[in-house]
């Protein structure tokens, strides 16, 4: 009876984790798997060492530093003493995984690693510890196999999840009278973030970006996206003086049905892509934070659309350049400089056709089950 243990740290990866944990059941239901995650695994029936909720939280705050430490150690004897696994999967949140990854390749243990820290974005240095800490890296960018066997570490690329996971974009018009729009309105939306800071950092900027575009375009209607993770309570403190719908656990369908997006950075700007709405990248964060990130990144472009494709397709606007004039002239130019338009779709399509049609947890499935029977 073989034996694999996943460790997740916030919803994405769960999410990633429960597509592994169902195509390597429909493999071979015998595989006895456990894991720290959430909901999604659970309902993939993994049995849960321990809810990931304790780890999901953003920041260096000593509770959240000591929680790590304490479900380190616990994770760590377990699989060590009592479980004994044949493989351990680790799956994103890097902080976490790579030194927990140390200490089970001390013992003997086979570390995988699924989507695996961005070493060739920032902090390209911690490309060394995967070396020491992890079996096999299951990548999902085509560039990164290239990169991670250069320094001699072996890698799979498996494909990104998004191109197989993503929903077909909705039917527009039926969105559209569901949530009370006008059809014959275009319609421009803002997806502000998922942490809080990132709120308090953009919101305000991004809805007096949306009014400087609605009172000089009144054929204009505005939506904002309600990260499902933050609370009512946090999202209305921004909301007072706007009468802009808020729509809350549809970011995808909202993406797939809006003439052009207000986005923070993030994966949400490689969904927008996948479904070729046009954008703009707009982020910024306290200044410390941005003045480390300019010491450690390795490469000046921000979103994955440009990063992947290698070249400026989405308009970023960063830091000390976010204001609302120069948000609302990308926007506008995206929605009524038709040749420029046309481009911009044209090369999001391209960025696409860069990604592999590989179904990335049949990949990563395949893989596992490879080194499990070994």
């Known amino acids: 009876m073989k034996k694999l243990f996943i460790v997740t740290g916030e919803y994405s990866g769960d999410i990633h984790a429960s597509h592994v944990v169902k195509a390597l059941s429909d493999m071979d239901s015998s595989i006895v798997i456990e894991g720290v995650g959430g909901e999604n695994m659970r309902n993939a029936g993994v049995k849960l060492f321990e809810d990931h909720s304790k780890m999901s939280s953003v920041g260096l705050s000593p509770q959240i530093i000591i929680n790590h430490i304490i479900l380190g150690k616990k994770l760590v004897d377990y699989l060590k003493n009592e479980y004994k696994p044949d493989a351990v999967l680790m799956i994103d949140y890097g902080g976490f995984n790579i030194r927990v990854a140390g200490f089970l390749k001390k013992a003997g243990i086979k570390v995988l690693y699924y989507i695996p820290p961005q070493v060739w974005a920032s902090r390209k240095g911690r490309i060394k510890k995967i070396k020491q800490n992890v079996d096999e890296v299951l990548c999902i ?40 729009f006008d059809k014959s309105k275009k319609l421009v939306s803002i997806f502000p973030g998922s942490r809080e800071f990132e709120l308090k950092y953009l919101m305000n900027v991004f809805i007096k970006s949306a009014k400087i575009l609605q009172k000089k375009h009144p054929e204009l209607q505005f939506c904002i996206s309600h990260a499902p993770n933050l609370s009512d309570k946090i999202y209305n403190k921004f909301l007072k003086e706007t009468d802009f719908k808020v729509i809350k656990g549809e970011n995808q369908a909202l993406l797939s049905v809006s003439d052009a997006l207000i986005l923070a950075s993030g994966t949400v700007a490689l969904e927008a892509c996948l479904y070729q709405t046009p954008m703009i990248i707009a982020y910024r964060g306290p200044w410390v934070f941005y003045l480390i990130y300019l010491i450690v990144r390795c490469i000046k472009r921000v979103s994955l659309p440009n990063i992947i494709a290698d070249k400026s397709i989405v308009p970023e606007i960063i830091q000390g350049s976010v204001n609302p004039a120069k948000i609302s002239y990308e926007i506008e130019k995206l929605l009524y400089n038709n040749d420029y338009r046309e481009e911009n779709i044209k090369e999001l399509g391209e960025v696409k056709s860069l990604l592999s049609e590989k179904i990335s947890s049949n990949e990563v499935a395949k893989e596992l089950y490879r080194v499990l029977f070994a």
């Open 141 to 180: 960018f085509p560039f990164e196999k290239e990169l991670y066997e250069s320094y001699g570490i072996k890698c799979h690329y498996c494909g990104h999840p998004l191109v197989s996971q993503l929903p077909a974009k909705a039917n527009r018009e039926e969105f559209l009278e569901k949530h009370g």
